[in-house]
């Protein structure tokens, strides 16, 4: 082992693509990798993210963290289900750690990132905040009395799976209606192909195919002046912050910060979900104001929150 600086490897798993990250100690990148995930499959998923660590490892490397989206069973590294991915049960720590030949920590994605973003990124040293993950699927993590806290059994903060439209959208989990239906990535692509069957300018975007439109089209079509787009990614916003303001009633964050893909709409998405925020939280002209702000981490917080917690459990 080097005597230089300790460096770890943090690795995201996300719906679309693998994101693999050698950072220092302080959370600054060193390497990156980004591979497209095999969603349909699980060991070629694994294989994937072993690959990835391949790509970016290092001989001061000591310690790799991994975020996963889903239930992550606490203390065994097996991602026992995740609603995005075709995965049930997948021995990630054990996978990984054979390949790197270091014991592999796993945590949920959100949590991770929640992690990052308190460590060195939007809420650093807030003792209580809530991160909401918004990309494919909605997650939380949330950090309590300066700690992470994930429940019982490692699965809580699993926000994006309350139901909030008992009749709404059939969820990746099973249900209907769940809030990461209506106000993730998903919402928007759902809204824009639906909208561009009607708005000829979205389906250009898309070489005139509406069932081509992704989320990022309707976004950056909102950000050129778009008035449809605009207003699909007005109503995600909306319903996003009338989630955040159930959250907030329950949890008293003292704030919420808000990564993930579809967070790096920034203000487009923002600003209507502060407005609902405010109409929604209870009395909210009576208790102090809780900033909803994007991740300073953008879409590396569960990438550089992982390596950081492996680093953190190495000691």
Not at 206 to 234: E, K, L, Q, S
């Amino acid at each position: 082992m080097s005597e230089a600086a300790p460096q770890a490897v943090g690795i995201d798993v996300g719906g679309t693509k693998i994101v693999a990250l050698r950072v220092s100690g302080e959370g600054k990148e060193l390497a990156r990798s980004v591979r497209p995930t095999p969603a349909e499959d699980m060991d070629a998923t694994l294989e994937t993210l072993v690959a990835a660590l391949g790509d970016v490892s290092a001989p001061d490397v000591v310690a790799v963290g991994v975020g996963a989206a889903g239930l992550v069973e606490e203390g065994t590294g097996v991602l026992r289900f995740a609603p995005n991915l075709a995965w049930r049960d997948a021995p990630i720590a054990e996978v990984v750690g054979r390949a790197a030949g270091t014991r592999v920590i796993v945590e949920n994605d959100c949590t991770a990132g929640a992690y990052g973003e308190y460590r060195v990124g939007a809420a650093r040293g807030v003792a209580h905040m809530l991160y909401i993950g918004v990309g494919t699927g909605i997650g939380g993590g949330l950090i309590l009395a300066g700690s992470l806290y994930r429940g019982a059994h490692g699965f809580a903060a699993e926000v994006g799976h309350i139901v909030v439209e008992p009749e709404g959208p059939v969820c990746g989990c099973g249900n209907r209606g769940c809030w990461e239906t209506v106000a993730s990535g998903s919402a928007i692509t759902r809204e824009g192909r639906a909208a561009a069957r009607r708005h000829a300018p979205l389906a250009a975007r898309a070489g005139g195919d509406p069932d081509a439109v992704t989320g990022h089209m309707v976004v950056d079509a909102a950000r050129d002046g778009d008035a449809v787009a605009r207003g699909i990614v007005t109503e995600v916003g909306r319903r996003l912050g009338e989630g955040i303001a159930g959250l907030v009633n329950v949890l008293d964050p003292a704030t919420v910060v808000v990564g993930g893909g579809v967070g790096g709409a920034g203000d487009l998405l923002l600003d209507p979900a502060r407005a609902a925020f405010v109409d929604a939280v209870e009395a909210a002209e009576y208790r102090p104001a809780v900033p909803i702000v994007e991740a300073y981490l953008g879409t590396d917080s569960a990438a550089i929150g992982a390596a950081l917690l492996a680093l953190e459990e190495r000691g």
